[in-house]
């Protein structure tokens, strides 16, 4: 039955291989059929709670990753590779996420839902020229700053998302494109700790989770020792945890399933 599961852990190794478990034990068979490629997973919608993100192992000796490799997704997860547009991809969790190109105008627009061209009137009150004014925004820096001037806000959200593109799977500019596996970023500072909640659409269990967490706790203690404060849970959920076919025998073999 394809339905919402959830494990605990200690740390990231362990959190890994508990899922690794689950997925092949119940994972739900899902037939992917993208442009890019066409395989059978197994599938579920997964909640992981670490308790203590930073206690070691923070890489299990199952995963295909090494210390080295996770180090080097962090620095450019965080600081950006200084080769963005060489990318494989036409964008980078770094440029989505500390770069990301938000309207100035749109920001200040009222909730409008009729015509387009009484969004066009609503937008010459904001701007002279009628135009959208792009700015980019480092939302980790943003937030950072927020939670200086109040650690009480519960408000504090980054996001990757760009609607108007990546709901454009099958318009001309995304026809071999991806959108972002990485939804949202929701730190939560309680009791002078950062608690990090993080939202996936999409997420390779296998080959990519252990990287991603890697990283996505590095954002959360570089955010906490800029606030000053320790660090606490860290929570990941994706709507689409997964493990392709083609590593379904591997998997077995390491778990001995």
């Known amino acids: 039955m394809y339905e919402t599961k959830g494990i605990t852990a200690k740390n990231l190794a362990e959190a890994w291989e508990k899922a690794c478990i689950l997925i092949m034990k119940e994972g739900h068979t899902r037939y992917v059929q993208a442009p890019e490629y066409q395989i059978e997973t197994k599938d579920i919608p997964l909640m992981i709670k670490v308790s203590e993100p930073f206690s070691k192992p923070r890489l299990s000796d199952k995963a295909n990753t090494?210390?080295?490799?996770?180090?080097?997704?962090?620095?450019?997860?965080?600081?950006?590779?200084?080769?963005?547009?060489?990318?494989s991809f036409d964008y980078t969790y770094y440029s989505r996420l500390r770069c990301y190109p938000d309207?100035?105008?749109r920001a200040f627009l009222p909730s409008i839902t009729d015509s387009e061209e009484e969004l066009a009137e609503e937008i010459k009150k904001i701007s002279s020229e009628g135009k959208c004014v792009v700015q980019r925004i480092d939302q980790?820096?943003?937030?950072?700053?927020?939670?200086?001037?109040?650690?009480?806000?519960?408000?504090?959200?980054?996001?990757?998302?760009?609607?108007?593109?990546?709901?454009?799977?099958?318009?001309?500019?995304r026809e071999d494109?991806?959108?972002?596996c990485v939804l949202l970023f929701y730190p939560q500072l309680v009791d002078e700790k950062l608690h990090m909640f993080v939202v996936m659409k999409t997420n390779d269990l296998y080959n990519a989770?252990?990287?991603?967490?890697?990283?996505?706790?590095?954002?959360q203690k570089y955010m906490a020792d800029e606030l000053g404060v320790g660090t606490g849970t860290y929570t990941h959920f994706s709507v689409s945890m997964h493990v392709y076919k083609d590593m379904f025998e591997e998997v077995r073999k390491k778990f001995n399933l």
């Open 209 to 219: 989770w252990p990287e991603n967490a890697f990283a996505f706790t590095s954002l």
């Open 177 to 180: 494109s991806s959108s972002p």
């Open 103 to 105: 309207c100035k105008v």
């Open 66 to 87: 090494t210390r080295e490799l996770a180090d080097d997704y962090t620095k450019k997860f965080l600081h950006g590779s200084g080769k963005e547009n060489e990318n």
């Open 140 to 173: 980790v820096e943003k937030a950072i700053n927020i939670l200086k001037k109040d650690p009480t806000r519960r408000t504090v959200v980054m996001h990757t998302w760009i609607p108007f593109r990546d709901l454009m799977k099958f318009g001309p500019k």
